[in-house]
């Protein structure tokens, strides 16, 4: 019986723990750090709405997506496949796409955050 790295190397199993390991350590603590430093470097406050709903799309989409990718691994496919022939693996991978969109709509909150803010700031400043 081959060792788990023989077996996992070169898989999505990989990409998925790597993923995990980058989004949930760094890019949660830069959004935090962004939320908090934000407002005491630009003088306003982001929009708390858009926020916390920027927050828990990423959080839901992040799982969703990655988690889902880690049987995939398991049952042995393999990072940069151009197509697939396992049925198998359909399901899981529809599972991961719907993840990503999740996370697409929490970027989009994200910048609407922003923009918003900025927008609002600009009038008032001019009065």
């Given at each position: ?48 709405g ?45 599972v ?10 929490g ?7 922003t ?13």
């Amino acid at each position: 019986m081959p060792p788990a790295d023989f077996l996992l190397h070169n898989s999505l199993f990989l990409v998925a723990h790597f993923h995990n390991v980058i989004i949930g350590g760094v890019l949660f603590g830069a959004f935090a750090g962004y939320t908090y430093w934000f407002p005491k470097a630009f003088g306003f406050r982001l929009q708390e709405g858009y926020g916390k709903a920027a927050f828990w799309l990423w959080l839901i989409g992040f799982y969703v997506a990655f988690s889902r990718s880690m049987p995939v691994g398991f049952l042995g496919m393999t990072r940069r496949m151009q197509h697939y022939d396992v049925a198998e693996w359909r399901p899981w991978l529809m599972v991961a796409g719907v993840g990503a969109v999740i996370i697409l709509a929490g970027i989009i909150c994200q910048i609407m955050a922003t923009r918003r803010q900025y927008q609002g700031s600009r009038t008032s400043f001019a009065t």
